[in-house]
């Protein structure tokens, strides 16, 4: 099955800072998603990319379909931001999501 | 609009005991899916509904997991026996139609002791 790879795994940002979340993954996919996970468990969507470049507010989020990777621009983080990002494609086969293992983000005060 | 809600949103049961796991989906979802996090693991497929019927069930790890969709609306996820290492959280997601975006439930954490 695909392989999903996130990086870094842990990510600690002062308040303000700008951050990239890095998604690999090992074959073609028909969609992606990206989730944060709050710190009461819920996965919140972020994202639906599969490809190109969409912004919500302070994130945006870019596929690159042919190359197998995706980003997630944090800007001007807040403590809010803390959780864990998840980024899980689709490879078109019974539309199951393959979740990477995440990246675990603190933003300090 | 609601969305997916799962209950309980914990329980906690002994070895051997049998719990069942609710989840409602978006209203008019016609996919739902089961998946679960165990621990220091990622989170992993179980299965994945159309309507009433089970397209895909290749990641239930046991005949001790049943799933059911009775009518295409909820679903239940059922264990019997649990085991230890069944303990974890069950997550459950629904989308309008296939390959399009998956909206996820608030989870359930199980703990089996």
């Known amino acids: 099955g695909i392989q999903v790879e996130q990086s870094p795994p842990d990510l600690i940002l002062q308040e303000g800072a700008n951050s990239t979340l890095r998604c690999n993954f090992s074959d073609s996919v028909n969609n992606l998603q990206w989730f944060h996970q709050n710190p009461w468990g819920q996965l919140i969507n972020l994202f639906y990319i599969p490809s190109g470049t969409k912004q919500n507010g302070r994130l945006s989020a870019t596929t690159v379909a042919t190359e197998r990777y995706s980003l997630l621009y944090i800007s001007s983080s807040q403590t809010t931001d803390s959780g864990v990002y998840f980024c899980?494609?689709?490879?078109?086969?019974?539309?199951?999501?393959?979740f990477g293992k995440g990246i675990t983000l603190s933003v300090r005060p | 609009e609601a969305g997916v809600t799962q209950f309980p949103s914990h329980s906690v049961i002994e070895k051997g005991q049998t719990v069942t796991l609710r989840c409602d989906p978006i209203?008019?979802?016609?996919?739902l899916y089961w998946y679960r996090r165990v621990m220091g693991k990622e989170i992993k497929f179980l299965l994945h509904f159309v309507k009433e019927s089970k397209q895909d069930e290749s990641g239930m790890p046991n005949n001790r997991f049943l799933a059911e969709r009775t009518g295409g609306t909820y679903s239940t996820l059922k264990v019997q026996p649990a085991e230890l290492e069944d303990s974890g959280v069950y997550f459950c997601a629904s989308s309008l139609i296939m390959d399009t975006e998956a909206f996820f439930g608030q989870g359930t954490r199980l703990t089996v002791v």
């Open positions: 899980a494609p689709d490879t078109g086969a019974n539309s199951k999501l393959t």
């Open positions: 209203s008019g979802h016609d996919n």
